[in-house]
RNA sequence: GUCGCCUUCGUCUAUCGGUUAGGACCCCAGGUUUUCAUCCUGGUAAGAGGAGUUCGAUUCUCCUAGGCGAUACCA
């Protein structure tokens, strides 16, 4: 058994490719056997470099680990060409010379008869020797498939007419390409997105005219935007790399990736390794999905609060990378990520959290401070106590917050919720004993002075 | 226009002829809690419409509607 992923590298890798790819890679894992990568990129005006390297880049983030690959089309002219010339030799295939304008014309005046756009075979057989070459489809019977997710996919071939299949300048063109790329490397799956349904009896077609044994065909639905419209810019991301950059863990978007079209009873949450193992294409739906990111940050979440300190660590790297922060100098970075693993949907929320365990605020939040640092008095007590602890601990901290309140026969919250302001800036902040410990004490009376200095 | 595919709560989905149509996200109401968050309990909410087949249809068939896709010298 072996899969691939075959994208064309005419931009970023984005949502739907992944989930096509997580699929073919699922698959290839479950079975035991392989899955290739293969950049299509045929397409000589719209491939770029930059997109190939931004898929690459894609794959790996997400742990998406290919067996083969990644080929580049562009590399295999030559067979294609020969294959072309087969196709020629044998009569299957012909030139020909139709201009733009006579295919649009044709086109048109096909359409208002209500008929079907469709090339209608005028070179045929001019035995012409230069132009596009154009394959020629069997004119009746019909192309029956069984897809794998699908089902029975019927089409006649009166329906179908004699695609280009190299062009003037004798680049091949995408449906030939794909039928000897999964020829050749031996794809026994096809795996793909469903808007190349209406492809799959052409390239059959194909397989025929070659007598190549045809491999499996699964047709993945599309994701959607929000509004049940085709995605795009309007619906917010679609790179996948730009889930990195808002924030999310990559399994937490694989996870919620393998749940748009897939399902394992009321299963919701899946490792990598689950997915490999239990994905299949019966439990694979027919219909679209809808992209909702809501749901995502939920399971960004989830991974969140049950990851590792230390793993988080590892992809929060980027972030602080990114936002200069330098957390050489305070507390442990796991000591503050594992308290603020259950209070941030992203990596980018728990940098922001991570703020004022290593640098200054400039001003408290000022509707929070008007309120919180009326009453100056369990302040300076809490500061008095605080600046003669010698054991700075989050236990002796607390006892120093419990016999204020007792000396001022007070309730918690009244010292706690201004002490949380003093240090956070923003009154967010978790256990206040615990964060003051790892804020430090040089910082946490230097802030409480700033505190009790503030001006309501 | 033509052809193909699709249609269960707002969203992701379960159900493989017989269920009070289940779960998850969201939302709402309670509770725990040192703010926020977490956590716990409960709640609102669905089979596009119409014909058949059947003792019985969400489930099978057909029609209609709607959505998506294809109709490129793009993939």
Same mark, same amino acid.
């Not at 490719?17 to 005006?45: M, N, P, Q, S």
């Not at 096909?110 to 756009?117: D, I, R, T």
């Not at 075979?121 to 019977?141: E, I, M």
């Given at each position: 058994?072996?899969?691939?992923?075959?994208?064309?590298?005419?931009?970023?890798?984005?949502?739907?490719?992944?989930?096509?790819?997580?699929?073919?890679?699922?698959?290839?894992?479950?079975?035991?056997?392989?899955?290739? !990568?293969?950049?299509?990129?045929?397409?000589?005006?719209?491939?770029?470099?930059? =997109?190939?390297?931004?898929?690459?880049? @894609?794959?790996?983030?997400?742990?998406?680990?290919?067996?083969?690959?990644?080929?580049?089309?562009?590399?295999?002219?030559?067979?294609?060409?020969?294959?072309?010339?087969? !196709?020629?030799?044998?009569?299957?295939?012909?030139?020909?010379?139709?201009?733009?304008?006579?295919?649009?014309?044709?086109?048109? =005046?096909?359409?208002?008869?209500?008929?079907?756009?469709?090339?209608? @075979?005028?070179?045929?057989?001019?035995? !012409?020797?230069?132009?596009?070459?154009?394959?020629?489809?069997?004119?009746?019977?019909?192309?029956?498939?069984?897809?794998?997710?699908?089902?029975?996919?019927?089409?006649?071939?009166?329906?179908?007419?004699?695609?280009?299949?190299?062009?003037?300048?004798?680049?091949?063109?995408?449906?030939?390409?794909?039928?000897?790329?999964?020829?050749?490397?031996?794809? =026994?799956?096809?795996?793909?997105?469903?808007?190349?349904?209406?492809?799959?009896?052409?390239?059959?077609?194909?397989?025929?005219?070659?007598?190549?044994?045809?491999?499996?065909?699964?047709?993945?639905?599309?994701?959607?935007? =929000?509004?049940?419209?085709?995605?795009?810019?309007?619906?917010?991301?679609?790179?996948?790399?730009?889930?990195?950059?808002?924030?999310?863990?990559?399994?937490?978007?694989?996870?919620?990736?393998?749940?748009?079209?897939?399902?394992?009873?009321?299963?919701?949450?899946?490792?990598?390794?689950?997915?490999?193992?239990?994905?299949?294409?019966?439990?694979?739906?027919?219909?679209?999905?809808?992209?909702?990111?809501?749901?995502?940050?939920?399971?960004?979440?989830?991974?969140?609060?049950?990851?590792?300190?230390?793993?988080?660590?590892?992809?929060?790297?980027?972030?602080?990378?990114?936002?200069?922060?330098?957390?050489?100098?305070?507390?442990?970075?796991?000591?503050?990520?594992?308290?603020?693993?259950?209070?941030?949907?992203?990596?980018?929320?728990?940098?922001?959290?991570?703020?004022?365990?290593?640098?200054?605020?400039?001003?408290?939040?000022?509707? /929070?401070?008007?309120?919180?640092?009326?009453?100056?008095?369990? /302040?300076?007590?809490?500061?008095?106590?605080?600046?003669?602890?010698?054991?700075?601990?989050?236990?002796?901290?607390?006892?120093?917050?419990?016999?204020?309140?007792?000396? !001022?026969?007070?309730?918690?919250?009244?010292?706690?919720?201004?002490?949380?302001?003093?240090?956070?800036?923003?009154?967010?902040?978790?256990?206040?004993?615990?964060?003051?410990?790892?804020?430090?004490?040089?910082?946490?009376?230097?802030?409480?002075?700033?505190?009790?200095?503030?001006?309501?």
């Amino acid at each position: 058994m072996k899969s691939r992923f075959a994208p064309s590298p005419t931009g970023y890798l984005h949502i739907g490719g992944a989930r096509t790819a997580l699929f073919a890679w699922a698959y290839a894992k479950k079975c035991g056997g392989k899955f290739v !990568l293969r950049i299509e990129d045929t397409d000589r005006e719209r491939s770029t470099q930059a =997109s190939v390297d931004a898929i690459l880049e @894609g794959m790996s983030w997400l742990g998406l680990d290919y067996d083969e690959g990644p080929f580049y089309q562009t590399q295999r002219f030559e067979r294609y060409r020969e294959i072309t010339q087969q !196709l020629l030799d044998e009569g299957k295939a012909y030139y020909c010379q139709c201009s733009k304008q006579r295919l649009d014309d044709l086109r048109k =005046s096909l359409m208002a008869k209500g008929e079907k756009a469709m090339y209608d @075979g005028c070179c045929r057989s001019k035995n !012409l020797s230069n132009g596009v070459v154009r394959f020629k489809n069997p004119a009746a019977g019909s192309v029956v498939f069984i897809d794998s997710v699908k089902g029975k996919i019927s089409i006649n071939n009166k329906e179908i007419d004699d695609l280009i299949i190299a062009r003037t300048d004798g680049t091949p063109t995408y449906n030939l390409t794909v039928v000897v790329d999964d020829y050749d490397m031996q794809i =026994s799956h096809v795996i793909r997105g469903d808007d190349h349904i209406n492809n799959t009896p052409r390239q059959i077609n194909l397989y025929q005219a070659l007598n190549w044994k045809m491999p499996e065909f699964a047709h993945l639905p599309m994701i959607l935007g =929000s509004d049940g419209a085709r995605m795009s810019k309007r619906h917010g991301a679609m790179s996948v790399m730009a889930y990195r950059d808002e924030g999310f863990l990559p399994e937490a978007l694989i996870n919620y990736l393998s749940r748009l079209g897939w399902s394992h009873g009321d299963k919701e949450l899946f490792s990598m390794a689950e997915i490999a193992e239990l994905f299949d294409f019966s439990a694979v739906n027919k219909a679209p999905a809808i992209f909702n990111k809501v749901k995502l940050l939920w399971l960004n979440q989830e991974y969140i609060k049950n990851a590792t300190p230390e793993h988080l660590h590892q992809h929060l790297q980027w972030h602080l990378d990114k936002s200069g922060l330098d957390v050489s100098t305070g507390a442990e970075p796991v000591l503050v990520i594992k308290i603020l693993q259950e209070r941030s949907k992203t990596l980018v929320e728990m940098v922001e959290g991570m703020k004022m365990f290593y640098q200054d605020f400039a001003d408290f939040d000022k509707k /929070l401070a008007d309120k919180q640092f009326e009453n100056k008095e369990p /302040l300076e007590l809490l500061l008095a106590k605080l600046s003669i602890l010698k054991d700075w601990q989050a236990e002796t901290i607390k006892a120093c917050i419990k016999e204020v309140c007792a000396d !001022l026969d007070i309730g918690f919250g009244k010292v706690g919720q201004p002490f949380r302001l003093a240090l956070s800036g923003d009154g967010n902040a978790a256990n206040i004993d615990i964060v003051a410990e790892l804020v430090g004490k040089e910082t946490t009376l230097k802030r409480l002075q700033k505190a009790i200095k503030y001006e309501c």
